[in-house]
């Protein structure tokens, strides 16, 4: 069983950045890929990016360009570089693994 942990969201401006995170404990060794989602209100939950365990990436189109996803083995987190940051990405951001563990979820809110 694999418990992940996600933090660093908050209010933010239009045009601003966060990094999100998100820490993994319990039976990590069996984790490859890793994803964040987010869901609005109102809205079914999305993937935002992609990452495998040999660091390859993808990333929905809304996102390319703003959004870098990256992953520390060591320390079994992986993150989300949010830049330019727009209204429309106000959402709950989830991470996930390919075990099928959620967690908590983090909220990001962009407005001015």
């Known amino acids: 069983q694999v418990q992940l942990v996600e933090s660093g969201g908050g209010l933010v401006q239009p045009g601003g950045s966060l990094r999100l995170s998100c820490a993994a404990s319990?039976?990590?060794?069996?984790?490859?890929?890793m994803a964040w989602y987010r869901q609005a209100p109102g809205k079914e939950r999305e993937l935002v990016a992609h990452i495998t365990s040999g660091g390859s990436t993808d990333y929905a189109d809304s996102v390319k360009g703003r959004f870098t996803i990256s992953r520390d083995n060591a320390r079994n987190t992986v993150y989300l570089q949010m830049n330019s940051l727009k209204p429309e990405d106000t959402a709950v951001y989830y991470c996930?693994?390919?075990?099928?563990?959620w967690g908590q979820g983090t909220q990001v809110t962009v407005s001015s």
């Open positions: 319990g039976s990590v060794y069996s984790i490859n890929a």
């Open positions: 996930t693994d390919d075990e099928g563990s």
